[in-house]
Each structure stands twice: as C-alpha cells, then as structure tokens.
C-alpha cells in the first residue's frame, strides 16, 4: 500500500480527485484540517468481494484519527474514479453521522440509519443504501471521501452528491479520504 501526504491530504493507493456531479475537474479540499481515514477492510489496498456487488455488497469498516473536538457531523462520499467515457461516478452519499472514530461495516439500507443516530442516506447508484463495486470491466479504484462539518445538514433524501457538496459548503472542518481498488475479473 502506498501512502502519500498531499497539502495535509491522505491518498492511499491513488490520487485525490473530488469531483461534482457532471464535472471533471477536481475539487480542492487541501485547504482543511486533515482527517486521517483508513479501512481496516482493505486488504493491501484491495476492496475484498464481500465488499463489492458480486459479493454481500457490504459497506466497509472506516476507522478516523485526528477527529476535531468540534465535530458536529459526518458526511461520506464514494465514488468510482475510473468510470470510461465517465470519470467518476458516485456510489453512496450518506449525511448527519454523529462525530465518532468509525463507522462499522454493513450499513443496512434505508433512508435513515438508526445505528447510526439517523444518519440520512442519499441518491447514488445505491438509492438510500451502499452500493458496492461491480465494474464490468477492468481494475477501478474506489475513493471513501470523508467530511467532518460544524453542523447537521437539512437535506431532503432524495440530495444527491451535488446537493450533498453544496450544503457542506462552507461547513468543512476536516476533509479525508481512503482509496481502494477492485479489478472486475474480465478483461478488457
């Protein structure tokens, strides 16, 4: 597993790209407060099946460091970096987390999550539910963005990732993110 530190950001297994809803280029979030974010689920940077949509489609263990004492929310964000003719393609949006150091694996679909304090799950390619990697071909990496905010966001569940970014606007008190990898089995 490569490490690297960017602008105070962790990329692990690849690099940093953050993008909106039908755009390309990256956002910038070197600006915040680092939030180290790992996934004791990874194996040597590898998203094992059972995570993915040709296994149980389980959502990951992610596991924080560093998280600031005046957290009020976590939002995560996952998307699919290496979508062709696409980019980057949005997996899971999931909001209102209360601060804590991790977030278990197997998030139960629905809307709201009581295990974790009502925590909201948006629209992605998972509707209101992780949605796991299945690339119908070749190897795609997988970015779990992580979002500390000083606030609850007031979104409807129906938000998508854009409308999920615009709310956070201006409510970032840390930013991180863990990178995996999962090849499809078929050849391109």
Request: aromatic content about 10%; glycine content about 12%; hydrophobic content about 40%.
């Amino acid at each position: 597993m490569i490490v690297v530190i960017i602008s105070g950001i962790v990329i692990l297994t690849g690099g940093l790209l953050l993008v909106r809803a039908n755009q390309r280029a990256p956002l910038n979030y070197s600006g915040y407060n680092e939030l180290f974010v790992t996934s004791p689920s990874f194996v040597d940077g590898i998203i094992p099946e059972q995570f993915t949509g040709n296994g149980e489609d389980r959502s990951p263990q992610l596991v924080f460091e560093n998280l600031s004492a005046d957290a009020v929310s976590i939002a995560v964000i996952m998307d699919d970096l290496d979508v062709p003719g696409v980019g980057v393609y949005n997996h899971w949006t999931i909001w209102n987390i209360p601060p804590q150091n991790l977030i278990p694996e197997g998030i139960p679909e629905g809307v709201t999550v009581g295990e974790l304090g009502g925590a909201v799950q948006g629209v992605g390619y998972g509707l209101h539910r992780y949605r796991g990697p299945k690339p119908p071909f070749g190897n795609h990496r997988y970015q779990f963005h992580v979002f500390v905010l000083d606030t609850m966001l007031d979104l409807k569940a129906a938000s998508r990732k854009k409308d999920l970014l615009a709310a956070m606007d201006g409510h970032i008190l840390q930013y991180g993110s863990v990178t995996g990898a999962y090849p499809s089995g078929k050849k391109e």
